[in-house]
């Protein structure tokens, strides 16, 4: 079974520019997080999608960053404009659900992201 | 607000026992996971607990005190491979996983 699959792995860009990162979870997955780590913490959830609709995106800084769900498969997260803040490595993951007893979610390699 | 406490670092001996700490106050409780993550790599699931008590996999063990909001991860007959960060992450009343910023496990020879 193929597991979370994100690209790009590493990005680098300069401040104000945009950058898009785009996730599949596994199949069958019907929950899909987008997490931020920087070195050295844990991950902070950004925005968590159930099917196509985003159920909790309050730490999403809605000024510059827009995510979006299609058809509750793909997803991309888009920073516009990127600040030097904002390098990190950017996590998604994937549950089969969100809510219930069990909730074992799968992270896919990450994006790093380098902003000069 | 809501609250994960684990030690940053630790170090251990190959073949010895190490125990991860972690405390927590959360918005209600729906189970606790703890994670594993290699440097510059995906976290990754190790053991998930809900009720009190102990849970035994292998060389790794997790217990749980919901009384106490307190957790360990056991760690036994360590291997160097076992060097890595490693995350208490408890899921709220809201079902939205807290996470703590993890300890940085080090083994040495």
């Known amino acids: 079974e193929a597991g979370v699959v994100q690209s790009p792995r590493y990005k680098i860009i300069e401040k104000k520019q945009p950058v898009a990162f785009w996730c599949n979870p596994i199949s069958g997955h019907n929950t899909l997080y987008w997490y931020l780590q920087n070195l050295g913490q844990g991950p902070e959830l950004l925005i968590r999608?159930?099917?196509?609709?985003?159920?909790?995106d309050s730490q999403l800084p809605k000024d510059r960053f827009s995510a979006e769900r299609l058809k509750g498969v793909d997803s991309t997260l888009k920073i516009q404009p990127a600040e030097l803040g904002d390098s990190a490595v950017y996590l998604c993951?994937?549950?089969?659900?969100?809510?219930?007893?069990?909730?074992?979610?799968?992270f896919g390699p990450g994006t790093r992201l380098t902003v000069l | 607000g809501q609250n994960i406490d684990q030690p940053t670092e630790m170090t251990a001996t190959e073949g010895a026992i190490v125990q991860i700490n972690c405390t927590y106050q959360t918005s209600g409780f729906n189970g606790l996971f703890w994670y594993q993550q290699h440097a510059g790599e995906a976290p990754t699931f190790l053991s998930y607990?809900?009720l009190d008590g102990l849970e035994e996999k292998g060389r790794f063990s997790s217990f749980l005190s919901r009384s106490k909001g307190y957790s360990y991860l056991l760690l036994k007959e360590l291997q160097m491979k076992d060097s890595a960060s490693y995350l208490c992450?408890?899921?709220?009343?809201?079902?939205?996983?807290?996470w703590g910023a993890g300890t940085k496990l080090i083994i040495k020879p």
């Open positions: 607990n809900v």
């Open positions: 993951a994937s549950s089969l659900v969100a809510s219930g007893s069990y909730n074992e979610q799968f």
């Open positions: 999608y159930e099917n196509e609709e985003a159920v909790d």
């Open positions: 992450a408890v899921m709220d009343s809201n079902y939205q996983l807290i």
